[in-house]
């Protein structure tokens, strides 16, 4: 197995980068209607606390990088590839580390192996990226090889310490110090963030999102939501008709609004309060089966994230009952 340290410098600051910092392609190749997202950005709070360079809370204490996930399992099984961002010459690979979902159980079993399988590139003038969590047995690069930008390294995956499938890319400058390349500078001004970067195409930023919904006979598991198994086929008889949403970057006082329409009308509306941030969640509504089963006709349902009394993100589903 070829095999470098590649551990996160989690202590690094993060710096203001010299001249000759590379410019940056998305580090993924996600198809659009896959709907791949930002969940966390580099933290630029000095302390304890965390905050992205827009000063919201896309990121946590001491992160150094900028997490691409994948909506659901299902997506990294069928495979995205992890890609170069810029050219340069690979320094170092890992490989072999499992595609398991992190636990604090598994923490002694890291030993400084946070990145999971990973690559990292040396650029012109002594600037570094690293892509970690690729998928176990994807790796298809050597150290001393060199690679254009948009090139293959491997796919996206979930090893080491993730809980999620997803590419973590930071930068570094030829100091060993973190560059957020959305904010290269380091000057974060609340309310005005910078309109320098060091992307060729900066992606949007999107605050949080609804990544999914469906329609199930029952209310579904957590982890069949993440996994995307969690739809069911309703039928007359079905027992029940539940409607869930799946969606990051909660806010505490985020409502999560959901509503089903029938052949007769609304069925059910259903607004849950998030109490606490969290980077991923899902709420799901629905009820029971009236006697004689569910009445044939067209079946819509509507998820929307809202914050602060503005929706923010909305997704629809729907189906047909003979």
Wanted: negative net charge.
């Amino acid at each position: 197995m070829r095999e470098l340290a590649l551990a996160l410098t989690l202590l690094a600051p993060v710096a203001f980068p010299a001249t000759g910092a590379p410019a940056l392609g998305l580090p993924i190749d996600c198809p659009a209607e896959m709907g791949c997202f930002i969940q966390q950005y580099v933290d630029h709070d000095p302390g304890p606390g965390a905050r992205d360079f827009t000063c919201e809370g896309l990121t946590y204490d001491t992160h150094k990088g900028t997490d691409f996930g994948l909506p659901s399992l299902a997506a990294m099984t069928e495979g995205v590839p992890v890609i170069a961002s810029a050219p340069g010459v690979v320094r170092g690979v890992r490989d072999g580390m499992p595609d398991i979902v992190y636990t604090p159980e598994r923490a002694a079993g890291m030993d400084g192996r946070d990145c999971g399988n990973g690559v990292a590139i040396r650029h012109e003038g002594g600037w570094e990226t690293q892509y970690c969590h690729l998928r176990e047995g994807s790796v298809m690069v050597v150290p001393g090889q060199p690679v254009q930008r948009g090139q293959q390294l491997g796919l996206v995956g979930l090893s080491g310490r993730t809980e999620f499938p997803h590419v973590h890319i930071s930068l570094r400058d030829p100091e060993g110090a973190t560059v957020d390349p959305f904010d290269p500078d380091g000057q974060i001004t609340c309310g005005a963030p910078s309109t320098e970067t060091l992307w060729i195409d900066p992606p949007p930023y999107v605050p949080g999102a609804v990544l999914a919904v469906g329609f199930a006979t029952g209310v579904p598991d957590y982890d069949e939501v993440k996994a995307g198994t969690a739809e069911s086929r309703v039928t007359r008889t079905s027992p029940a008709l539940v409607l869930f949403g799946y969606a990051f970057g909660g806010r505490q006082g985020d409502v999560m609004a959901l509503r089903i329409d029938g052949p007769d009308g609304t069925l059910i509306e259903h607004a849950a309060l998030l109490e606490r941030d969290q980077a991923q969640f899902f709420r799901a509504a629905g009820k029971r089966s009236a006697p004689g089963g569910w009445a044939p006709g067209d079946y819509s349902g509507t998820v929307e994230l809202r914050r602060d009394g503005e929706t923010i993100s909305r997704r629809e589903t729907g189906f047909s009952l003979p």
